[in-house]
DNA sequence: ACAGTGATGTCGCGTCGTGACATCAGCTGG
DNA sequence: CCAGCTGATGTCACGACGCGACATCACTGT
């Protein structure tokens, strides 16, 4: 098999968000970004199934990665907490600064396709992260709704860090919202310490 | 101001349901829908975002039914448990029977586009229930985590009873999946009784 | 030199969704 | 009864979307 330079997909990803951050999403049509990484609008929808899905290149990666390290987690006796624990272990730098990430999620909040398609992902997430629960051995309902509510928790915790009013870490961000749904649970007393 | 027929609406919804009944969601066209109607294409877009929408038509007044039924809710001391009270208190009966519910939802769950315009109407809901929560005096982020815990809990109940192995009351079902949440939070004690 | 393989280009097509304007029915005041 | 208003629908044109089918070109190993 030969090395491909595989040039395209890259310089499609480039120019894409280029013209996003310039123009908007919306005003931007797959031909602008096809002439700018100097291809084809054919070649431009074989590598990305729509022009939402540059945004969400990473997305499919991220879960895997998820779903390896909540597998290989020490301890998931407390499906929760191992849940909020995978999130909060993952380099989230990885993606970018905290300014570009920020700019990221206005784009996608002002776009109600873009939402969609984040609101996809994050329930791929989840899904991904249940199946792992059931996996190591966790009820299968219990499975479910600690990664959701574990998604959900992160959810939190990512907007508030997102803001950055404070330089709170994201971690302890988590920890800090992970507490207060102590409180939701009825029968439940709070953590102490 | 004269009495419109307003005869068009209810017929494109019923022909679109017919033709995604006959031979499925993707391999029908707005143009068969308008055709089948008696309307024209543009007809068809005027009273739909898009082909998704026609399948979600009663979604946005669902949600505000619910946000009303949570203001007027006797008790919310306990955010969880009123959330799920009011999505346990909604005749879902009213969406049509268990069989045409199970139907629409098989067809939901083999499309993607309409997997994801279901968790953006799910999300809506999640939104406007947290926000009644927070008119009601509650905290900000246990109103936002309690209405997508309850939501999350609901969607689970909700799938057991389509499902529809056993002959369960949806009611019934929401307080068993409640309770073996009680187990997912540090420091919970499960509920007497 | 040759055939094989994978990325890209080319062409054509049906669908999607919308703006702009025309039309037609019914109602409303004179 | 006419004139004018209003709201629903039709008509037309357009750009964008997304994909199937096939051609082409670069590079590979033998």
Redo the contacts with the bound molecule.
Sequence with gaps: ?????????ERLKQAALELFQEQGFED?????I?ERA??????F???F????EVLFADADALKETLVHDLLQAADVSEPLRAVTRTLAGFDWGRLGSRESQHRRNAMIAANPRLLERELVKQHQVADGLGDALRRRGIDPDVAELAAGAGVQVFRTAYQRWLAGDDDTDLTTMIETVLSSLAVLVPGARSRPG
Tied chains: 1, 2.
């Excluded at 931007?28 to 602008?32: L, N, R, Y």
């Excluded at 100097?38 to 070649?43: A, F, L, M, P, S």
């Excluded at 199934?49 to 939402?52: G, T």
């Design positions: 098999m030969p090395r491909w330079e595989h040039g395209s997909e931007t049509s797959a031909v602008q096809a100097r291809v084809t609008t054919r070649t929808f074989r590598y199934r729509d022009k939402e």
